[in-house]
C-alpha cells in the first residue's frame, strides 16, 4: 500500500518519464527561485509528509527535445558531474552537498517522529527502489532518517541500466587521514566501486571556509548613553525630544571567508597530513559572508518596545504614586463642612486667595511633603529641565509675573510644507513642532530612563497641574496650532487644543471686563451698548476679522445677562418688542437702537424694505469640537429616531448656532426681514429674477427658494422666536468654563496606559523620522523600499481609534529590523574602514559593503589581493595576534 501511495503521488505530480532541462548555468541555484509542493502519505500508522524540491526553469525550446541521446544519462546524474554551482550560499542542504536542481523528500510528518531503526530504514528504502523502478522516474528520492536536527538522508536515483545511491554517515570527530585531500580521495575511490584500472583522474573543487568570530570591541563604534548626563540636555548624543539610535552591541557576530578552487584535477594539487599546496592566499576565489546577531539590543527599539509595554499597565496615576498625594496631613483634614464655613463666615481674607491655583500650590507642596525629596520619582532637575524643554515660554517670565506667557503663543509660525512634516495627518500622530509630540518623546525617555512608569505618571501629574494653572490664569499654551482641534491629530493633541480654545475666549474675555469698566446702571444698558457697538463698524480694517468678532468683543455684562436675560428683556426692549409685534403688518421700521455691527455688508448695500445699509452683525463663533464630542453628538442625534419629534428635537439642538445668528442679525438691523437674513446668510435660497413691472421697466424681483417657503418650516421658526439681542448679550453658544474643566478632569483620570495609547503614534511617527535620518547618512536602498511600506502600512492600522495590539508591535518590529540593518551597516563600514580610503576605493569598498547586508555571500573583487581582501587579511592576523 506505501508503494502504491508512494507512485500515486509521483504520478500525480508528472515525474514519470525522462525529465527534460538545459545544462545549468553558473550561479542559477542562489538567482533562480525554489518551490516546493507537498502531500501527506502514510505507512500503516505512521504519518510521513513526502515534498517535491525543485528550481524554477523557463521553459525549454521545443527542438531540445528531439534530439535525446538514447543512452544519456539522466538528467539528475548530470547535474551530479556539472561543476557550476559547488557552492550555493543560500539553498537546501540537499542542493548543496549534491548539486541536484530537483528531488523528492520523504520524511515523518511530525516534528519529534524519527526513523531510528536500521530494519525500518532498509524497509522504505527497498519500498522506494520499488517505486522508481514501477514508475520509471528518474528523479532522486531521499528518506530523511534519525532526528531532523542531524539533517541524514538517504536516496537513490534509477535511471536506464544506471543507478546512484545516496549515502551519509555522521562521526562524532572526523579521523585524522580524512582531514586532508588524499585521505578524502581514498574513500571516494573506494566508493566508486569502478572495475576500470587504472582510475581516470578526478575533478574537484574545494573550498576552505575560515571563521572570524572575535571582532575586536574597539571596532564597534556605538557608546551606550550616559544617563546622568542627561540632566544636561544631552546623553551621549541624545536629548529631550530626540530619540536615540543605534546598537548597543556589535550586530554582527562573525565573518566568514570561503576560499575556492573551482576546478582542479588530481594530481596537481598536494595535499596530506605533512603538507599543503592550498594556502588560502593564493585561492583564486575569495567570497565573504556576514553572520549577523540574533536581535541584537537596538536602542530606538527598545524605546519603542518599553513604551509600548506601558499600554498593557493597568495601574491608574494615584495608584501607582499612592493615594495620598493629595491628601492633607492629619491634623488639617477637616471635614467639607468646615470648609464651606469658611467661605460663608465674615472673614477678612479677601475670597479669591481661596482660588483653586492656590489650592493646587499647596497640593504640589504637600506632595512634596509627602514623598520627600528622595520618593519622588522624578528628581528635580530632571523635571525642571522637562517641563522648561515643553514649556520653553515659563523660561522668559518676566519680574512681574507671568506677562510674556501671554505673548509667546508659540505655534503660530506658518507649519513647514514638506512630507515628513505632513506625516502626522496619516498616522494620526501630532505635527512634529508640537506640544503633543515633545511630550510624547519626553514620557518615552523617562519611561526608560527615569523611573519608568512611576517616573510616566510623576511628568504626566505635573504636566496637568501646568494645564491647570494656564487655564486659571489665561496663559496659552505653547506649541499648539491656533484655531479649532485639528482632527487629523490624536486626541489628546486635539483636547489641549480645545483647552487653548477655551483659554483664549476667557481670556478676551476677561481683557474685555477690564477693558470697559463703564458705570452703567441696567436700565441704560441697551443705549451704551449700542454705542459701543458702532465703533467696531466704523473701523474698515475690522473686515478681515470676521472670524475673531466674538473674541475681540468686550462682554461685560456677559456673566448677568445668563441670569438675568427674561428681565433685562422686559426692561431693555419690552416696550419696542410690544410696538414691533402691532407693526408687523404695514412693515414700518422699527425705532429700535442697532447693536453689535461689525461692518457694512460690501455687496448687499440695503435692506429690502426699510431701505437702509445691511450691517453684517458680530457673530458668536461655533463651538469648537474634538472628535469624541462630535461622535458622542452624532449618537445623540442618531438616537432622536426618525418620528416627527425626534426630527423636530435633532432641528432644534442643530439649530442653536442659526438661532444666535439670527439674534445678531436683528439686533445689527432693526426692521430687518426673513428675506434679508436669507441673502446674507445663505445666499443660493434667495432667488432673483428680472422681471418687467407695470411701466415696462426691468426691474430685478427677489424671493425665498422653495425649501424655504414650506410651512412651518425651520427657518421661519426660529426667525420668529429670535429676539433682536447682540452676540455678547446672548447665551454663550460655546460655554468654555464648562468645556476646559471637562478637559482637564479628562486629561486628569488618564491612566499610563491610556497615555501611552494615546501617544504611540507620536511616538511611531517620532521613530519613522529617526529612521529616515539616520537612513540619509548611509544611503542603503533596501531601508528606503521598507520606510515607504511601513509608512503605508502605519497609516492603515494609525487611523483607527483602538488599533490592535499585534498589529502594532508587528510595526515596532519592523523599525527594528530597519535599525538593526543600518546599525550592520555602520559595523560594517567601521571594520573595512571605508571613511579612511581614496575616493575610487572607497567607491568600492561601499558597494562591497552594501552588498554584505543584501547579498548571501559576496565575492571579493581580486580575491586576497584586492583592497577588501587585504583589509580582511589584516582582519584575520589581528585576530591571530589577540
Not at 543560500?90 to 520524511?107: K, S
Not at 432667488?687 to 414650506?710: Q, W
Not at 521598507?786 to 502594532?808: A, G, W, Y
Request: proline content about 7%; hydrophobic content about 35%.
Amino acid at each position: 500500500r506505501f508503494i502504491s501511495k508512494v507512485e500515486e503521488v509521483l504520478n500525480d505530480w508528472k515525474l514519470i518519464g525522462i525529465p527534460s532541462g538545459k545544462p545549468l548555468e553558473k550561479g542559477v541555484y542562489t538567482t533562480g527561485t525554489w518551490e516546493e509542493k507537498s502531500d501527506e502519505i502514510s505507512f500503516a500508522d505512521f504519518r510521513f509528509s513526502i515534498t517535491h524540491h525543485y528550481l524554477v526553469q523557463e521553459p525549454g525550446d521545443k527542438d531540445g527535445k528531439e534530439e535525446l541521446v538514447e543512452d544519456a544519462l539522466p538528467l539528475p546524474m548530470q547535474d551530479l558531474l556539472c561543476m557550476n554551482n559547488d557552492f550555493p550560499p543560500r539553498a537546501h542542504c540537499l542542493v548543496r552537498w549534491y548539486g541536484l536542481r530537483e528531488f523528492v523528500v520523504i520524511a515523518p510528518a511530525a516534528n519529534n517522529d524519527a526513523v531510528l531503526s536500521e530494519s525500518k530504514c532498509n524497509l522504505l528504502l527497498s519500498s522506494i527502489s520499488i517505486a522508481l523502478g514501477n514508475t520509471g522516474c528518474q528523479i532522486p528520492l531521499f528518506v530523511q532518517i534519525h532526528h531532523k536536527w542531524r539533517r541524514m538522508y538517504v536516496g537513490e536515483c534509477q535511471g536506464p541500466g544506471v543507478r546512484t545511491d545516496f549515502e551519509m554517515v555522521h562521526l562524532r570527530k572526523v579521523p585524522n587521514q580524512y582531514t586532508h585531500l588524499s585521505g578524502l580521495l581514498d574513500i571516494f575511490k573506494s566508493k566508486i566501486g569502478c572495475p576500470l584500472t587504472p582510475l581516470p583522474p578526478v575533478s574537484m573543487a574545494i573550498r576552505l571556509t575560515y571563521v572570524l568570530q572575535d571582532w575586536q570591541q574597539y571596532f564597534w563604534p556605538q557608546q551606550p548613553p550616559d544617563i546622568d548626563a542627561l540632566v544636561g540636555g544631552e546623553v551621549g548624543g541624545l536629548e529631550f525630544g530626540k530619540l536615540p539610535f543605534g546598537a548597543c552591541e556589535d550586530p554582527i557576530s562573525e565573518l566568514h571567508l570561503a576560499t575556492t578552487w573551482p576546478h582542479l584535477t588530481e594530481g596537481i594539487i598536494v595535499d596530506n597530513d605533512v603538507y599543503s599546496d592550498l594556502d588560502p592566499m593564493q585561492a583564486p576565489q575569495w567570497s565573504v559572508r556576514v553572520r549577523k546577531a540574533d536581535n541584537p539590543q537596538c536602542l530606538l527599539g527598545d524605546f519603542l518596545t518599553e513604551f509600548f509595554k506601558l499600554c498593557r499597565r493597568k495601574e491608574s496615576t494615584d495608584e501607582i504614586l499612592g493615594r495620598s498625594t493629595f491628601e492633607e496631613e492629619g491634623k488639617e483634614v477637616g471635614d467639607i463642612s468646615h470648609a464651606l464655613s469658611k467661605l460663608t463666615e465674615p472673614a477678612p481674607v479677601p475670597i479669591h486667595k481661596l482660588s483653586v491655583t492656590n489650592m493646587v500650590h499647596s497640593a504640589k507642596k504637600k506632595i512634596r511633603k509627602h514623598r520627600g525629596v528622595d520618593e519622588s520619582p522624578l528628581n528635580n532637575e530632571v523635571l525642571n529641565t522637562i517641563l522648561l524643554f515643553l514649556f520653553p515660554d515659563a523660561a522668559d517670565k518676566l519680574s512681574d509675573g507671568f506677562e510674556s506667557r501671554t505673548s509667546t503663543s508659540a505655534g503660530n509660525n506658518p507649519p513647514p510644507e514638506n512630507e515628513d512634516y505632513n506625516l502626522f495627518s496619516q498616522f494620526k500622530s501630532a505635527p512634529s513642532d508640537s506640544l503633543t509630540y515633545k511630550l510624547a518623546l519626553c514620557l518615552c525617555m523617562i519611561n526608560f530612563y527615569h523611573g519608568g512608569v512611576k517616573g510616566v505618571a510623576h511628568l504626566w501629574q505635573e504636566f496637568v497641574l501646568e494645564m491647570r494653572y494656564r487655564w486659571e490664569n489665561n496663559y496659552l499654551i505653547p506649541g499648539l496650532a491656533n484655531g479649532p482641534p485639528d482632527l487629523r491629530c490624536c486626541l489628546l493633541h486635539q483636547k489641549l487644543q480645545m483647552l487653548n480654545c477655551c483659554i483664549e475666549r476667557k481670556k478676551a474675555r476677561d481683557e474685555g471686563k477690564r477693558g470697559s469698566v463703564l458705570d452703567r446702571s441696567p436700565g441704560s444698558s441697551s443705549g451704551d451698548a449700542g454705542k459701543g457697538a458702532d465703533q467696531p463698524g466704523d473701523n474698515p480694517d475690522k473686515e478681515k476679522e470676521v472670524g475673531k468678532s466674538w473674541e475681540s468683543w468686550s462682554d461685560s455684562e456677559e456673566e448677568f445677562f445668563e441670569c438675568l436675560s427674561d428681565t433685562e428683556d422686559l426692561k431693555g426692549n419690552g416696550q419696542d418688542n410690544g410696538k414691533k409685534g402691532a407693526k408687523e403688518g404695514n412693515k414700518e421700521p422699527v425705532n429700535l437702537k442697532p447693536e453689535g455691527r461689525l461692518h457694512p455688508h460690501g455687496k448687499l448695500l440695503m435692506l429690502l424694505h426699510p431701505g437702509e445699509p445691511l450691517y453684517i452683525p458680530i457673530t458668536q463663533e461655533p463651538a469648537p469640537m474634538t472628535e469624541d464630542l462630535l461622535e458622542e453628538q452624532s449618537e445623540v442625534l442618531a438616537k432622536l429616531g426618525t418620528s416627527a419629534e425626534g426630527a423636530h428635537l435633532r432641528a432644534r439642538m442643530q439649530s442653536a448656532c442659526l438661532l444666535s445668528d439670527m439674534e445678531s442679525f436683528k439686533a445689527a438691523n432693526p426692521g430687518c426681514c426673513l428675506e434679508d437674513f436669507v441673502r446674507w446668510y445663505s445666499p443660493r435660497d434667495y432667488i432673483e429674477e428680472e422681471v418687467v413691472d407695470e411701466k415696462g421697466n426691468i426691474v430685478i424681483k427677489g424671493e425665498l427658494s422653495a425649501r424655504m417657503k414650506i410651512p412651518s418650516n425651520m427657518w421661519v421658526e426660529a426667525w420668529e422666536t429670535a429676539k433682536p439681542v447682540p452676540a455678547r448679550r446672548q447665551k454663550r453658544l460655546f460655554d468654555d468654563t464648562r468645556e476646559a474643566e471637562k478637559v482637564l478632569h479628562y486629561l486628569a483620570i488618564q491612566k499610563p496606559a491610556d497615555l501611552a495609547r494615546h501617544l504611540l503614534p507620536c511616538i511611531i511617527h517620532a521613530a519613522v523620522l529617526k529612521v529616515k535620518e539616520e537612513e540619509a547618512l548611509e544611503d542603503i536602498s533596501s531601508v528606503k523600499k521598507m520606510i515607504k511600506q511601513i509608512i503605508s502600512h502605519s497609516s492603515k492600522v494609525l487611523r483607527f481609534p483602538s488599533p490592535e495590539d499585534k498589529k502594532l508591535e508587528e510595526i515596532i518590529a519592523q523599525i527594528m529590523s530597519m535599525e538593526a540593518i543600518i546599525a550592520r551597516a555602520r559595523s560594517l563600514k567601521a571594520k573595512f574602514g571605508v571613511e579612511k580610503c581614496e575616493n575610487e576605493e572607497e567607491k568600492d569598498l561601499q558597494r562591497f559593503v552594501n552588498c554584505l547586508l543584501e547579498q548571501p555571500e559576496v565575492s571579493v573583487i581580486g580575491a586576497g589581493r584586492g583592497p577588501a581582501g587585504s583589509i580582511i587579511h589584516k582582519l584575520f592576523l589581528n585576530a591571530q595576534r589577540v
